[in-house]
T-cell receptor
Framework: TQLLEQSPQFLSIQEGENLTVYCNSSSVFSSLQWYRQEPGEGPVLLVTVVTGGEVKKLKRLTFQFGDARKDSSLHITAAQTGDTGLYLCWQGGKLIFGQGTELSVKP | ETGVTQTPRHLVMGMTNKKSLKCEQHLGHNAMYWYKQSAKKPLELMFVYNFKEQTENNSVPSRFSPECPNSSHLFLHLHTLQPEDSALYLC?????????????FGEGSRLTVL
């Protein structure tokens, strides 16, 4: 069974700090998506990466897709309290989610 | 109304009850999904329907029975559940199943089995 390993599982930081979340697999991804889920809501798409080595930016969020398409990272610069939530990677080919990274940004 | 709507938002049931969860999407999508989200566990895929045909059943116990009467509606019928089935059940839709298409989620149905 293909698994998506996310790390860290929990992250608690102060506002203004930077952080990176990782999503890894032993298999090659055809594509990968990152979602964010806030309490009481369903996950919402942040980005889709398709090409190995691809980098996408969404305001303070930077997404990278590994050259070999087996890993991806999400970097947040100068985190804000509004970034608090559960960050999930999703592999569309297998329809599976990673375990998630629960981020808490404190004022 | 737009997006994906799930009802009820909260459900408490005994182990011998029969209940159903409903999901409706107004996005014109052709694929619909049921995911289970438990504490401390990743989102688990349960069922996928593409163009009303079930294309995935992720070894889900028979006490969960999906129904997809048309591309806009998806049900999850619940029967003789166990306390460990208590979880958030999320419905999602996409243009077609899997691939690079965006998943649109409902807000979920929080199920408690007593």
């Amino acid at each position: 069974t293909q698994l998506l390993e996310q790390s860290p599982q929990f992250l608690s930081i102060q506002e203004g700090e930077n952080l990176t979340v990782y999503c890894n697999s032993s298999s090659v991804f055809s594509s990968l998506q990152w979602y964010r889920q806030e309490p009481g809501e369903g996950p919402v798409l942040l980005v889709t990466v398709v090409t190995g080595g691809e980098v996408k930016k969404l305001k303070r969020l930077t997404f990278q897709f590994g050259d070999a398409r087996k890993d991806s990272s999400l970097h947040i610069t100068a985190a804000q309290t509004g970034d608090t939530g559960l960050y999930l990677c999703w592999q569309g080919g297998k329809l599976i989610f990673g375990q998630g990274t629960e981020l808490s940004v404190k004022p | 109304e737009t997006g994906v709507t799930q009802t009820p938002r909260h459900l408490v049931m005994g182990m011998t009850n029969k209940k159903s969860l409903k999901c409706e999407q107004h996005l014109g999508h052709n694929a619909m999904y049921w995911y289970k989200q438990s504490a401390k566990k990743p989102l688990e895929l349960m069922f996928v329907y593409n163009f009303k045909e079930q294309t995935e059943n992720n070894s889900v116990p028979s006490r969960f029975s999906p129904e997809c009467p048309n591309s806009s509606h998806l049900f999850l019928h619940l029967h003789t559940l166990q306390p460990e089935d208590s979880a958030l059940y999320l419905c999602a839709s996409s243009q077609v199943g899997g691939g690079t298409g965006e998943l649109f989620f409902g807000e979920g149905s929080r199920l408690t089995v007593l």
